[in-house]
């Protein structure tokens, strides 16, 4: 399967934060360095630097998650949070791609009609 350039740079951000964040393995390593190489020559730097951080504030809203003592509401209004960094997450995606001439990813975070 080919990945477009913004999901490259996606993949990347996210190799990024697990080496930054998780303890220090092997495979992050190598997967970091797999997702490097990956990158785009002509990735544009602010787009590249908006995803990472986008993809950061999503790691953080999601570890906060795991608080056992989180109530109801502040988990509905994290997990809403979440769903808006996505749609901005996907828009620079899509950024990424028209500006390196790759089509749009198409994925839709919005609510859905019940």
């Known amino acids: ?59 953080d809203l999601e570890a906060g998650l795991q608080d056992p003592v989180l109530e109801l509401d502040e988990v509905g209004r994290r997990a809403l949070d979440i769903r808006r960094h996505n749609s901005h997450r996907v828009e620079l995606k899509n950024k990424i791609n028209v500006e390196l001439g790759h089509p749009q990813e198409v994925k839709n975070y919005a609510a859905k009609p019940r």
């Open 1 to 59: 399967m080919k990945l477009t350039p913004g999901e490259i740079v996606d993949r990347y951000s996210i190799a990024r934060l697990k080496f930054q964040r998780l303890p220090e393995t092997e495979a992050n390593r190598a997967h970091l360095e797999a997702c490097q190489s990956a990158l785009p020559a002509r990735a544009p730097t602010k787009l590249v630097q908006d995803l990472i951080a986008v993809n950061t504030r999503i790691w």
